[in-house]
Structures are given as structure tokens and as C-alpha cells.
């Protein structure tokens, strides 16, 4: 009983087997029949599930779902090499993807089997035309020829074949060539919307989020980019570029604020260096380092750097103000004048810029007065007795009597000079001068009612230098000038 129970169970398991085995082969078939049936369909030369199967392809290209498209399709012609409608429809979508080569047989291939095909024939001929002008965009990109190689891009090749990555990544390229990172960021945001995981999409994104100093997004893009593919060169290179920069941006700051000035400029130019034409970063730096330069008395190099910032930004307040403490340091009056007043213009209630301007424009009067020291050739902490002693040498040198050749030149000098002496040679009219207080009606030049001391009723001098001069009675010059009394 035993030995038959056990064979019935075996049989019961067997017969099991057997029943899912045919269930199972039925299944496959079933599946097979209904998601092969249109492309039978067609090779049985049925119209209506041919429209079906291309209505399939139609909608995949309209999501842009190419490679689904084109799925069925090669399934399609191996199932029926003479449908001719799969080629034409097969180039149609090789042509949006820019695989042009592949493209132009298919196109070749239906005017076989249907010569003559006007639509057909245009489409081949923009083939023809958007592959030769993405040539011609691409030599024009190697020659810097931005403009017209953006031109070609747009008109032609993306017009004709708008699905093409290569065309897209070259025109975000131009863009930022072009230094329009605001374009480039939305035609990479297109891009990794059809490809999260474009890796050149998100370098080129990444640098333009760079190029705007928007470092933290920057970064972001460049650090997905590298957990895709560690080993990225252009990838690590912008990373890791990045935070070089911005390492040497914070040791710069810090160091200014640490008071390490001359640490600071070396910092300063280091980080400048690393990237020349990051014109939105580098307007800070060169700002930056125009401050330290001017705080370290280095004017010449401080005007050259506050210049650099208005280069890229003609209307930064800061910059004029820094430009025009920097000429300051170099006695550029008049330049340091026309940055303050500048600065001032832009920013009206800034009181401060105000206090710097007429700082300036006194100085710029200041030194469009005459220099009675350094027309008695004497130092401004020059004693009396100095200055009296370089007046008395001074007015023999250049009494009109002495220079009967040079007499008009002589006089002018003469006058100058005695000016000079009037000035210096009073304690109050001096201590008023090197206060830079006017001191009315002496040395204002030709014209202003200056001192003469020659005529016009003016007062007359008489010298009275202990023995005399040559050929001259009583100490004094013949010609009636009379003599200047000490």
C-alpha cells in the first residue's frame, strides 16, 4: 500500500510539472503575438498597423524617447527589410541625433525603393547641410571665431537637427566663450533635463555658476560630476581649481584683517594669478589689494590696481575713492580730484567721500601756488637766517643791473625772489603759508596784483651789503633800482 501511495504522489507531481511547463510556453507565446503583432502586421503588408507602428515611433520622438523610437524601427526592417517607410522615418530620427553618416544611407536607401521622393530628397539635402555647417561651426570655434560659429549653430544645425548633443554642448561652449553665463546655464539646464547625468553638461554649467561667482553651485555641479566619475581630469581640475582660489581669497582677507599687509599683497596677487579672466572674482581681489597698497603707501602700484577694477566695473564707488587716495600718495592732484569728485557724484551722501575730496582739492591748490622755498632753494624747516642768507645770494644773482642782456628774465626772477622773502621772511605770513592759508596779493602770478618791487609806487629797497657792490655808489646798484634793506 505504501510503495502505491508513494507512486501516486509521484505521478500527481509529475502531471503538475507538466500542466505550468504548457501554461508557462503559452504565456510567452501570447506576449509575443501582442507586442510583436504590428511589426508582423506590417510585413504582412497591413496598412493600418504600419500607421500604428510609426503613430509609436511619431509619439517617442515627440517625448524625446529617440532610442525607443528607433527600437522599433530596426526591428521593424529586420522583420521586413523592403518597408521602405522605416528607413525614410530611421533617417529622419538619425538626422535629429546628428549621426549624419548613418543617416544619409537610410535616406539613400528609400530613394531606392521610392526614387524621386521630393520630401525625402529636402530632408537629405539639410542633412547634407546642417552636417557641413556643425563642421564649419566647430573650425570656427578653434579660431575664436565665436560669433559666427553661434550663428551656424542656431540657424543651421539645430534647426535641422535639433536633437543633437554634440551641437547643444558646443553652443553652451560659444556661450561661454561669449561670456553669456546666463544663457549657458539654460541650455545646460535643458540638457540634464533629458540627462540628469550629462557629465560635460554639468562641467559646463558648473563653470558657469563659476564665472558668475556663484561658488557654491558651481561646486555642487562640479562634486556630482565627480561621484559619477572620480577620475573626470576637467572635472577635478575645476574642483579642485575652485577651492584653490578660494583658499587663497580667505588668506588674503585674513591677513588684511590681521594687519600682515605684505602677506597679504603676495596672497592677494596669488589668487589673481590662478585665473585671469575670472572677471566677477577678480574685480574683488584687485579691490582688495588697491586697499592694502594704498594702507602701505604704495600709490603708483595701488592706482594700477584700483584701475584694473574700473576696467571691469566703470561705476564702483569704492574703486574712484581708493584710486584717488592712491594718487594722493603720488601728488596726482589733479587725478586724485577728478576720481573724488567722480566717486562723490555717485554717491552723493556719503560724507566721508566728501571729507577725502576737499582733502584733495586743497592739496591740488596748494600745489598750484608758487613754492617760495624752493624758489630760495631752502628746505621748509629752513631757519631764518638761512633764508636770508639764500635771498641775499639770490638777489645779487639776479639784481636787472647784473644782467643787462637777460634784463626781462632778470626782473621776472627778481621780483619772484623778493616775493618769496616777503613771504618767508615774516614769521606770521610763513606759519599762515605752511597752514596753506592764501596770503592775498604776493606770488598770485602775472597779473594778480602781485608784489613788485620795482615801481608803480611799490615801496623801494635799498641794499646795504657790507662792502658794496661793484662800480655801485654807497652799496648800492647804478640805475636808480635802489637796493633791498636788510
Known amino acids: 500500500m505504501n510503495l502505491l501511495g508513494f507512486a501516486s504522489a509521484m505521478d500527481f507531481v509529475a502531471w503538475r510539472g507538466i500542466f505550468f511547463t504548457v501554461f508557462i510556453l503559452h504565456f510567452v507565446f501570447a506576449c509575443q503575438l501582442l507586442l510583436l503583432q504590428p511589426l508582423v502586421s506590417a510585413v504582412d503588408g497591413k496598412p493600418g498597423d504600419a500607421a500604428e507602428l510609426f503613430e509609436r515611433v ?6 524625446k524617447q529617440y532610442s525607443e523610437a ?15 517607410e522605416a528607413y525614410w522615418h530611421r533617417a ?3 538626422r535629429q ?3 549624419y553618416e548613418d543617416s544619409e544611407k537610410n535616406y539613400k536607401k528609400f530613394l531606392e525603393m521610392k526614387p524621386g521622393n521630393s520630401a525625402a530628397e529636402k530632408e537629405l539635402s539639410q542633412l547634407l547641410q546642417a552636417q557641413s555647417a556643425l563642421e564649419t561651426a566647430k573650425n570656427l570655434f578653434d579660431s575664436g571665431d565665436v560669433t559666427k560659429s553661434l550663428h551656424y549653430i542656431d540657424k543651421v544645425v539645430l534647426v535641422f537637427s535639433p536633437a543633437c548633443s554634440m551641437a547643444k554642448i558646443l553652443k553652451v561652449k560659444l556661450l561661454l566663450a561669449a561670456k553669456d553665463y546666463s544663457g549657458a546655464i539654460s541650455e545646460t539646464g535643458y540638457i540634464l533635463k533629458e540627462d540628469e547625468n550629462n557629465l560635460e553638461a554639468l562641467l559646463l554649467r558648473g563653470r558657469a555658476y563659476y564665472y558668475l561667482a556663484d561658488h557654491d553651485v558651481a561646486s555642487r555641479h ?5 561621484r559619477l566619475d572620480p577620475e573626470h581630469s576637467e572635472l577635478k581640475k575645476a574642483y579642485f581649481g575652485l577651492k584653490n582660489l578660494l583658499k587663497k581669497t580667505k588668506s588674503a582677507e585674513d591677513n588684511t584683517n590681521k594687519g600682515k599687509l605684505r602677506l597679504a599683497v603676495e596672497d592677494y596677487k596669488a589668487a589673481l594669478a590662478l585665473d585671469p579672466n575670472h572677471l566677477a572674482h577678480n574685480i574683488h581681489l584687485h579691490l582688495g589689494l588697491c586697499k592694502v597698497l594704498v594702507n602701505l603707501g604704495r600709490g603708483k602700484d595701488a592706482v594700477s590696481s584700483c584701475t584694473e577694477v574700473l576696467d571691469i566695473d566703470g561705476e564702483l564707488v569704492e574703486a574712484f575713492v581708493q584710486r584717488g587716495e592712491a594718487k594722493l600718495l603720488i601728488e596726482d592732484w589733479e587725478g586724485a580730484v577728478a576720481d573724488l569728485k567722480s566717486a562723490a557724484e555717485k554717491s552723493p551722501q556719503d560724507m566721508n567721500i566728501r571729507e577725502v575730496l576737499m582733502r584733495a582739492e586743497r592739496s591740488l591748490k596748494l ?8 624758489i630760495l632753494g631752502v628746505s621748509k624747516t629752513a631757519s631764518i637766517a638761512e633764508i636770508k642768507r639764500a635771498y641775499k645770494k639770490l638777489a645779487l644773482q639776479w639784481h636787472p643791473d647784473k644782467n643787462v642782456d637777460n634784463r626781462e628774465e632778470a626782473e621776472a ?3 619772484e625772489i623778493a616775493a618769496a622773502y ?3 621772511g615774516d614769521e606770521d605770513k610763513r606759519t599762515r603759508y605752511d597752514r596753506g592759508e592764501d596770503i592775498e596779493d604776493v606770488g598770485m602770478g602775472p597779473g594778480g596784483g602781485g608784489f613788485n618791487p620795482f615801481g608803480g609806487g611799490g615801496q623801494q629797497f635799498t641794499f646795504h651789503f657790507e662792502g658794496g657792490f661793484p662800480g655801485g655808489g654807497g652799496g648800492g646798484f647804478p640805475g636808480g633800482f635802489g637796493g633791498f634793506q636788510f
Open 58 to 63: 511619431s509619439q517617442n520622438i515627440k517625448v
Open 70 to 84: 528607433l527600437d522599433d524601427l530596426n526591428a521593424a526592417i529586420e522583420a521586413d527589410p523592403t518597408l521602405s
Open 92 to 94: 529622419s530620427i538619425l
Open 97 to 99: 541625433l546628428c549621426r
Open 222 to 226: 562640479f562634486q556630482k560630476g565627480l
Open 367 to 374: 600745489s598750484q601756488r608758487k613754492d617760495w622755498y624752493k
Open 413 to 415: 626772477k627778481f621780483r
Open 422 to 424: 616777503e613771504v618767508l
